[in-house]
C-alpha cells in the first residue's frame, strides 16, 4: 500500500524559508517521477514542482521558479521542497504526489497523472 507521509510545514513570516519532506513507503520509490501540488483556500490545487525518477529533469512552476528547490534522496525514499524567500500568496496547503506510470521522466504538470497523494501539510507565510 502506497503511503506518502508529509513533514515541515508551518508558520513562517515573510522572506523566511522551510523545508518540506515527504517519505514514501509501498512502492519502488526510485521508478518514479514525484511532485509537489499547492491549494490555497477558494483555489485549484496547482502545480509547484515535479523531479524525475533520477532526479535529473525538474520542473517549476512558473510563480517559484529562483525561490523554491525540488530534491530527492532514492536512498531514503523521500522528496523534499526547500521553499526560500517565502511571501504570503504561498500560503497554502502543499501536497506531494506520485506520477502514475512508472519510469515516466516527463515531469509532467497535471496532477490528474499522479495517483497517490499526501495527506497535506499547511504552510503559513505571515507579512
Known amino acids: 500500500q502506497v503511503q506518502l507521509v508529509e513533514s515541515g510545514g508551518g508558520l513562517v513570516q515573510a522572506g523566511g524559508s522551510l523545508r518540506l519532506s515527504c517519505a514514501a513507503s509501498g512502492l519502488t520509490f526510485s521508478s518514479y517521477d514525484m511532485g509537489w501540488f499547492r491549494q490555497a483556500p477558494g483555489r485549484e490545487r496547482e502545480f509547484v514542482a515535479a523531479?524525475?525518477?533520477?532526479?535529473?529533469?525538474?520542473r517549476y512552476g512558473d510563480s517559484v521558479k529562483g525561490r523554491f528547490t525540488i530534491s530527492r534522496d532514492n536512498a531514503k525514499n523521500t522528496v523534499y521542497l526547500q521553499m526560500n524567500s517565502l511571501e504570503p500568496e504561498n500560503t497554502a496547503v502543499y501536497y506531494c504526489?506520485?506520477?502514475?506510470?512508472?519510469?515516466?521522466?516527463?515531469?509532467?504538470?497535471?496532477?490528474?497523472?499522479?495517483?497517490?497523494w499526501g495527506q497535506g501539510n499547511q504552510v503559513t507565510v505571515s507579512s
Open positions: 504526489a506520485k506520477r502514475g506510470m512508472a519510469w515516466s521522466g516527463d515531469v509532467t504538470t497535471a496532477r490528474e497523472l499522479y495517483d497517490y
Open positions: 523531479i524525475s525518477w533520477s532526479g535529473r529533469r525538474i
